[in-house]
């Protein structure tokens, strides 16, 4: 009997286990080790956030669905990898905290015979001074990037509505808090979102609505930007965006790195090297992620972190990492397999996987500060990489340790994002796009690096109605509801 052990149990982590769990069966184990007791479909997070979604509806109980699945669940965090044993014990484990109410701190090893690391990211708010701390948010802003994060953000979003009406104007800024920041689309979602419900509560000429970001050009997304099909043209995102946002009245200031988060004011260095501050009375700045700072452990003790992890903290894969200056870089650079090139029983999915170079062309104000996304690695690509990971483990267990890997590069993937603009059965509206393949390859499409014909978006009332459908498809996907291996990731 074979162990695979998971590391997360987030959209990517879910995804690898249970499907590995579905074609493994009875004959070998899956453990999934997670700190949260609930899983949460982050996209919905935005509704949460400006109150048109409760948090019961956007998360659900973990352990029956994996008891279900036949998934061994432990609810805990872990701390580091030994990929060669120790001492005693050539079988590599894992070292995990627990994180149940009454049993904080008790720590357990966890032999595996495959590891998967999908830890998702470490949110970063202490890279920024005063948008938090190691602890988590700061007190001076909100988040979106969890549920209760959410719930905290509509209760804070609420108190300005309650002063709008009492008159009072309100400064909205909303955007990315740091200049390494990646996903831009949440934020995207999130301001919008706050402009439907401000229209819907009838204090909108009370509000001054500002982005804030870390891109170069409004809608680049940390994938460089795109040129999409739309109505019959190819349309940039740039204009798609800039049109957007002067439709909706909405300013924005880009190429921006927020360097302090003070009460009621952000300041912040643009890519000409220029320094500026914006004032606000809500804010909602998503923070740069970082690897969760897992340690790895050689049989003889030594400390081989910097040998399985990269510097951001993110897991090594199959990628090309000496691909040097922004001119080398290669569609082929990215990973296929998402193997480590170290220790073959280990794999990366999701936003666990060190990427090998951003997607957007790499800046620099002339103080030498970086200010460029960093590369998208959530939502539709996520899980294609933990169902195809899962897959390589699953035939490596059952067919032999000569088995061929699986590849899903998001150099030769496509993807669909549905952008929430606002919620409404009738008045809501959503930018509907799909991009192929996620990183552009210009020796194949020379000019635009994509294929025109796969990559298109439109915004209207029908991509909100498919953005609130496919929330209830991939919750019930999730649940391992009837049919549920039959939804696309």
Same mark, same amino acid.
Not at 237 to 253: G, H, M, P, Q, Y
Not at 464 to 472: A, C, E, R, V
């Given at each position: 009997?074979?162990?695979?052990?998971?590391?997360?149990?987030?959209?990517?982590? $879910?995804?690898? +286990?249970?499907?590995?769990?579905?074609?493994?069966?009875?004959?070998?184990? !899956?453990?999934?080790?997670?700190?949260?007791?609930?899983?949460?479909?982050?996209?919905?997070?935005?509704?949460?956030?400006?109150?048109?979604?409760?948090?019961? /509806?956007?998360?659900?109980?973990?352990?029956?669905?994996?008891?279900?699945?036949?998934?061994?669940?432990?609810?805990?965090?872990?701390?580091?990898?030994?990929?060669?044993?120790?001492?005693?014990? /050539?079988?590599?484990?894992?070292?995990?905290?627990?994180?149940?109410?009454?049993?904080?701190?008790? =720590?357990?090893?966890?032999?595996?015979?495959?590891?998967?690391?999908?830890?998702?990211?470490?949110?970063?708010? +202490?890279?920024?001074?005063?948008?938090? /701390?190691?602890?988590?948010?700061?007190?001076?802003?909100?988040?979106?990037?969890?549920?209760? $994060?959410? !719930? $905290?953000?509509?209760?804070?979003?609420?108190? &300005?509505?309650?002063?709008?009406?009492?008159?009072?104007?309100?400064?909205?800024?909303?955007?990315?808090? $740091?200049?390494?920041?990646?996903?831009?689309?949440?934020?995207?979602?999130?301001?919008?979102?706050?402009?439907?419900?401000?229209?819907?509560?009838?204090?909108?000429?009370?509000? /001054?609505?500002?982005?804030?970001?870390?891109?170069?050009?409004?809608?680049?997304?940390?994938?460089?930007?795109?040129?999409?099909?739309?109505?019959?043209?190819? !349309?940039?995102?740039?204009?798609?965006?800039?049109?957007?946002?002067?439709?909706?009245?909405?300013?924005? =200031?880009?190429?921006?790195?927020?360097?302090?988060?003070?009460?009621?004011?952000?300041?912040?260095?643009?890519?000409?090297?220029?320094?500026?501050?914006?004032?606000?009375?809500?804010?909602?700045?998503?923070?740069?992620?970082?690897?969760?700072?897992?340690?790895? =452990? #050689?049989?003889?003790? &030594?400390?081989?972190?910097?040998?399985?992890?990269?510097?951001?903290?993110?897991?090594?894969?199959? +990628?090309?990492?000496?691909?040097?200056?922004?001119?080398?870089?290669?569609?082929?650079?990215?990973?296929?397999?998402?193997?480590?090139?170290?220790?073959?029983?280990?794999?990366?999915?999701?936003?666990?996987?060190?990427?090998?170079?951003?997607?957007?062309?790499?800046?620099?104000?002339?103080?030498?500060?970086?200010?460029?996304?960093?590369?998208?690695?959530?939502?539709?690509?996520?899980?294609?990489?933990?169902?195809?990971?899962?897959?390589?483990?699953?035939?490596?267990?059952?067919?032999?340790?000569?088995?061929?890997?699986?590849?899903?590069?998001?150099?030769?993937?496509?993807? +669909?994002?549905?952008?929430?603009?606002?919620?409404?059965?009738?008045?809501?509206?959503?930018? #509907?796009?799909?991009?192929?393949?996620?990183?552009?390859?210009?020796?194949?499409?020379?000019?635009?690096?994509?294929?025109?014909?796969?990559?298109?978006?439109?915004?209207?009332?029908?991509?909100?109605?498919?953005?609130?459908?496919?929330?209830?498809?991939?919750?019930?996907?999730?649940?391992?509801?009837?049919?549920?291996?039959?939804?696309?990731?």
């Amino acid at each position: 009997m074979a162990r695979l052990v998971v590391l997360g149990g987030g959209v990517s982590g $879910h995804t690898a +286990a249970t499907f590995a769990a579905k074609w493994l069966g009875s004959a070998h184990e !899956v453990v999934v080790v997670t700190p949260n007791s609930k899983w949460n479909w982050i996209p919905s997070n935005i509704w949460v956030g400006v109150g048109q979604m409760s948090k019961e /509806d956007v998360t659900f109980d973990l352990a029956p669905v994996y008891a279900k699945a036949g998934i061994i669940y432990h609810q805990a965090k872990a701390l580091g990898i030994h990929p060669e044993g120790n001492e005693t014990s /050539d079988k590599p484990y894992v070292v995990v905290e627990s994180t149940i109410d009454g049993e904080d701190g008790k =720590i357990e090893n966890i032999e595996y015979d495959y590891l998967i690391n999908a830890t998702g990211p470490k949110l970063n708010f +202490a890279a920024t001074p005063g948008l938090g /701390d190691a602890n988590g948010l700061g007190e001076f802003t909100v988040s979106v990037c969890t549920a209760d $994060h959410a !719930v $905290h953000a509509n209760e804070e979003l609420e108190k &300005t509505i309650v002063k709008m009406k009492n008159g009072e104007r309100q400064k909205f800024l909303i955007g990315t808090g $740091h200049g390494l920041c990646t996903c831009q689309g949440a934020a995207f979602e999130y301001i919008f979102n706050i402009e439907h419900e401000l229209n819907k509560a009838g204090v909108r000429d009370m509000a /001054d609505i500002k982005w804030i970001s870390n891109e170069s050009f409004l809608g680049d997304f940390g994938v460089g930007g795109l040129h999409m099909k739309s109505m019959g043209f190819a !349309v940039s995102s740039k204009i798609f965006a800039e049109s957007l946002f002067t439709e909706r009245n909405v300013d924005w =200031i880009i190429g921006a790195h927020v360097n302090k988060v003070e009460k009621g004011k952000v300041h912040y260095e643009l890519l000409s090297g220029e320094m500026g501050e914006e004032e606000f009375d809500f804010s909602m700045l998503i923070p740069p992620f970082a690897g969760v700072g897992l340690k790895a =452990i #050689a049989k003889d003790g &030594t400390d081989i972190t910097a040998t399985l992890f990269a510097p951001n903290g993110f897991l090594k894969v199959d +990628a090309n990492y000496a691909a040097g200056a922004y001119e080398n870089w290669k569609a082929s650079d990215w990973p296929k397999t998402y193997q480590n090139p170290t220790y073959g029983n280990i794999f990366a999915c999701g936003i666990a996987f060190a990427p090998p170079h951003p997607i957007s062309k790499p800046m620099s104000s002339p103080n030498g500060t970086p200010i460029n996304p960093t590369p998208p690695r959530t939502g539709m690509p996520s899980g294609i990489i933990g169902k195809a990971v899962a897959h390589s483990i699953c035939d490596r267990i059952t067919k032999g340790e000569n088995a061929p890997l699986h590849e899903a590069s998001m150099a030769d993937m496509g993807a +669909a994002c549905v952008a929430s603009a606002g919620k409404g059965l009738f008045d809501g509206t959503a930018a #509907a796009m799909t991009i192929y393949p996620v990183v552009p390859d210009f020796d194949k499409y020379p000019g635009t690096g994509r294929d025109t014909d796969y990559t298109f978006g439109e915004i209207g009332l029908a991509g909100h109605w498919i953005k609130h459908i496919l929330h209830h498809l991939f919750i019930w996907k999730a649940k391992l509801k009837f049919g549920w291996t039959l939804i696309p990731e």
